[in-house]
């Protein structure tokens, strides 16, 4: 969906890097969400945010930070990669009060 | 802990026949079930969605059938196609909070 967009949508990095994934929307909605999505485990939960000042920890968020620069953005950080953090990164969005989310194209991320 | 156990993993079937996958949750505070389709290189998108005050909902070739006593859902897709071919995942939620995921089927339909 063009709506929600993530750059970069691949990167290679090493080990120890700081690496940072951004996520923007122009859906106008106030809710947004990052996941992982790894084989055989499915979509977890790193940090979601149901506005600008409120930021809250999901099922994975050890080794992860996340910032709410403004309504239509947030990012998320990998302060030091390691090789388990090599997983394919969504962004999502939703506006409070309705049902659906929807996500953006994905970034695939390599850490060796 | 897993509160949305999805299966199976991985399905075939023939262009045709009928695509079932299943999922079963824990925490009876759930009350919004959705699947999203998901194609190669895509995001998830919401295919369709049921609440608990109802057992069934049918959207084109695609039907979910909700069993709240045994705290189960499936999705069925009828007639499936090659174009269906996509991985799916169930999902719940309690009210207005986060979704929980499962794991994710990846379909294939072959001709």
């Known amino acids: 969906d063009a709506d929600v967009t993530q750059t970069p949508r691949n990167r290679i990095t090493k080990t120890g890097k700081r690496i940072m994934l951004e996520c923007s929307q122009t859906?106008?909605?106030?809710?947004m969400y990052w996941y992982r999505q790894d084989p055989g485990l499915g979509l977890r939960l790193i940090y979601y945010?149901?506005?600008?000042?409120?930021?809250n920890k999901g099922e994975i968020s050890d080794g992860y930070s996340v910032s709410r620069q403004a309504q239509a953005k947030f990012s998320l950080s990998l302060e030091s990669a390691i090789p388990n953090q090599t997983a394919l990164y969504f962004c999502?969005?939703?506006?409070?009060?309705?049902?659906?989310?929807?996500f953006g194209p994905g970034t695939r991320l390599t850490v060796l | 802990q897993q509160q949305v156990k999805q299966s199976p993993q991985s399905l075939i079937v023939q262009k045709g026949g009928i695509s079932i996958i299943n999922c079963a949750y824990e925490?009876?505070?759930?009350?919004?079930f959705p699947w999203y389709q998901q194609f190669p290189g895509k995001g998830p998108a919401l295919l369709i969605a049921?609440?608990?005050?109802?057992s069934e909902k049918k959207e084109g070739r695609f039907t979910i059938s909700f069993n709240k006593s045994a705290k189960q859902f499936s999705l069925h897709i009828m007639d499936s196609q090659p174009g269906d071919s996509a991985t799916y995942f169930c999902?719940?939620?309690?009210?207005?909070?986060?979704?929980?995921f499962g794991i994710g089927t990846k379909l294939q339909v072959i001709p």
């Open positions: 925490n009876t505070a759930f009350d919004y």
């Open positions: 049921i609440r608990p005050d109802v």
């Open positions: 999502a969005t939703s506006f409070q009060g309705t049902d659906t989310q929807y």
């Open positions: 945010s149901f506005d600008v000042k409120d930021i």
């Open positions: 999902a719940a939620r309690r009210g207005y909070q986060k979704v929980t």
């Open positions: 859906k106008g909605h106030d809710r």
